[in-house]
Nanobody, 115 residues
């Protein structure tokens, strides 16, 4: 049974930081591309950051220079370090694992940026 479990969300003031974690089980983690998506109320889900099995990363323009995606294959975990958070970063953040035709999602973790 495949599980992706996100953690680390919460309420933070503008300019603050959070680190999201996504622990995977039931997959050969090291071969999967790992992504972070987010969905704000009334908006479509968008890809925030992607990290290939080979370590190549990509980011949506709105988070470049502020967010960093990384992975620890020994811990089957992918991270999203989020710095200088803005109110527009408020959303539910989802972890996604992709390999060939396999595509798995976590349940999401809420991030709220507000003073």
């Amino acid at each position: 049974q495949v599980q992706l479990v996100e953690s680390g969300g919460g309420l933070v003031q503008p300019g603050g930081s959070l680190r999201l974690s996504c622990a995977a089980s039931g997959i050969i983690f090291s071969i999967y591309g790992m992504d972070w998506y987010r969905q704000a109320p009334g908006k479509q889900r968008e890809l925030v950051a992607a990290l290939t099995s080979g370590g190549r990363s990509n980011y949506v323009d709105s988070v470049k220079g502020r967010f960093t995606i990384s992975r620890d294959n020994a811990k089957n975990t992918v991270y999203l370090q989020m710095n200088n958070l803005k109110p527009e970063d408020t959303a539910v953040y989802y972890c996604n694992a992709v390999w060939m035709g396999y595509d798995y999602w976590g349940q999401g973790t809420q991030v709220t940026v507000s003073s």
